[in-house]
Nanobody
Framework: QVQLVESGGGLVQAGESLRLSCGVS????????AAWYRQAPEKQRELVAV???????HLAESVKGRFIISRDNAKNTLYLQMAGLKPEDTAVYYC???????????????WGQGTQVTVSS
């Protein structure tokens, strides 16, 4: 059973940066696309960023120019470097493995516990 463990969240001020990490157990990481989602209070979970096995990246419009997604296959770890954080980035961030069509991401792993990111104004 693949397990995903997110970390790196915290409380920051607007304009500051954070780097999130997602550790993945097992061998599924290198065979799957990977993604970051976030869920703000009383809102639906939304896709933030995707990286394919070949390194192709897709970013939501709201984070383009500010967030960078990357992966280290040797460490089975997914990253999300977030800069220029805004209060509207406040959410619980989750990572996921799955498949990516170029438009849609289809998760095929269980959700981890997520990591809270809070951005104060």
């Amino acid at each position: 059973q693949v397990q995903l463990v997110e970390s790196g969240g915290g409380l920051v001020q607007a304009g500051e940066s954070l780097r999130l990490s997602c550790g993945v157990s097992g061998s599924a990481f290198t065979m799957n696309a990977a993604a970051w989602y976030r869920q703000a209070p009383e809102k639906q979970r939304e896709l933030v960023a995707v990286i394919t096995t070949g390194g192709r990246v897709h970013l939501a419009e709201s984070v383009k120019g500010r967030f960078i997604i990357s992966r280290d296959n040797a460490k089975n770890t997914l990253y999300l470097q977030m800069a220029g954080l805004k209060p509207e980035d406040t959410a619980v961030y989750y990572c996921s493995l799955g498949s990516f069509t170029g438009i849609s991401f289809y998760p095929n792993s269980r959700w981890g516990q997520g990591t809270q990111v809070t951005v104060s104004s």
